[in-house]
């Protein structure tokens, strides 16, 4: 029986998660994981050896050695053939600041977060991207969900929760932990579109306004939006999370 692999660590999500060629892109792409990226990081920008690259990353040196083989391959045949790259996937977890060279950042104590409420056996909950009233336009980026409970045509509960800093690899997920059936954002990336379908979330975006009016004219059954919406905040949103590590819960156990 193959060894499970173990989560790699990583200090935080990448900021930019997509890089488009000039000049003659091919129309192929290349992903590049989470992992890899952070091997990259640590190796080309830190100048760590490979050695401590492993234990900040909590694995052995010769998977730090193979991962790192493997992004520069990847980067090499975007450079050279003009490949579009994404930043997305990967079996990781994010650093939370044990290892031997976190930023300060890390080490910050995790905030305490409110118990989220479960729906009821007959209703249905819609999430909303949220911003002080608004839909939040970067569906990635959103540092908030406003969710409602609808049974019988009518909202008959709303919670705002906070999504932690989530980042985009672990929102969908989230979104499913927590019940949710339809989803109303602003821009969102294709990436995470194809991570909703197959969670089976309906979703609504490129929708903008206040979101309770979005909700209302919803369940009128006239709510406006764009099926072939794209997130323009960093081109694309391609980190749909599905292989992102926590507490274990994908069985991650060796190298």
Same mark, same amino acid.
Request: net charge negative.
């Given at each position: 029986?193959?060894?499970?692999?173990?989560c790699r660590r990583i200090c935080s999500e990448p900021s930019?998660?997509?890089?488009?060629?000039?000049?003659?892109?091919? %129309?192929?792409?290349?992903?590049?994981?989470?992992?890899?990226?952070?091997?990259?990081?640590?190796?080309?920008?830190? !100048?760590?050896?490979? *050695?401590?690259?492993?234990?900040?990353?909590?694995?052995?040196?010769?998977?730090?050695?193979?991962?790192? *083989?493997?992004?520069?391959?990847?980067?090499?045949?975007? /450079? +050279?053939?003009?490949?579009?790259?994404?930043i997305s996937g990967g079996q990781y977890r994010v650093c %939370?600041?044990?290892?031997?060279?976190?930023?300060?950042?890390?080490?910050?104590?995790?905030?305490?977060? !409110?118990?989220?409420?479960?729906?009821?056996?007959?209703?249905?909950?819609?999430?909303?991207?949220?911003?002080?009233?608004?839909?939040?336009?970067?569906?990635?980026?959103?540092?908030?969900?406003?969710?409602?409970?609808?049974? %019988?045509?009518?909202? +008959?509960?709303?919670?705002? +929760?906070?999504?932690?800093?989530?980042?985009?690899?672990?929102?969908? %997920?989230? /979104?499913?932990?927590?019940?949710?059936?339809? /989803?109303?954002?602003?821009?969102?990336?294709?990436?995470?579109?194809?991570?909703?379908?197959?969670?089976?979330?309906?979703?609504?975006?490129? +929708?903008?306004?206040?979101?309770?009016?979005?909700?209302?004219?919803?369940?009128?059954?006239? /709510?406006?939006?764009?099926?072939?919406?794209?997130?323009?905040?960093?081109?694309?949103?391609?980190?749909?999370?599905?292989? !992102?590590?926590?507490?274990? !819960?994908?069985?991650?156990?060796?190298?």
């Amino acid at each position: 029986m193959a060894r499970p692999r173990r989560c790699r660590r990583i200090c935080s999500e990448p900021s930019y998660d997509s890089f488009l060629p000039g000049g003659f892109p091919s %129309d192929e792409e290349v992903i590049l994981s989470l992992d890899e990226y952070e091997a990259i990081r640590l190796v080309d920008m830190e !100048k760590l050896t490979h *050695e401590q690259c492993a234990k900040q990353m909590d694995i052995s040196r010769t998977t730090v050695t193979e991962i790192y *083989e493997s992004a520069r391959t990847k980067i090499a045949d975007c /450079l +050279v053939n003009g490949k579009q790259l994404f930043i997305s996937g990967g079996q990781y977890r994010v650093c %939370d600041g044990t290892g031997f060279c976190c930023h300060q950042d890390c080490k910050k104590p995790p905030t305490s977060k !409110k118990p989220i409420k479960r729906k009821g056996a007959k209703e249905m909950r819609i999430a909303v991207t949220y911003d002080n009233g608004m839909i939040f336009q970067h569906f990635g980026h959103t540092e908030q969900f406003n969710l409602y409970d609808i049974q %019988d045509g009518k909202v +008959v509960g709303t919670q705002l +929760v906070d999504t932690n800093g989530q980042g985009h690899g672990a929102l969908s %997920d989230f /979104l499913v932990e927590n019940q949710v059936e339809a /989803l109303i954002c602003g821009g969102i990336g294709g990436g995470a579109q194809s991570a909703l379908a197959a969670a089976g979330i309906k979703l609504y975006g490129g +929708v903008s306004g206040a979101a309770d009016d979005a909700v209302a004219a919803y369940l009128a059954g006239n /709510l406006g939006y764009n099926p072939n919406v794209q997130c323009n905040h960093h081109g694309h949103d391609h980190s749909c999370g599905e292989h !992102k590590c926590g507490e274990d !819960k994908h069985g991650c156990g060796g190298n």
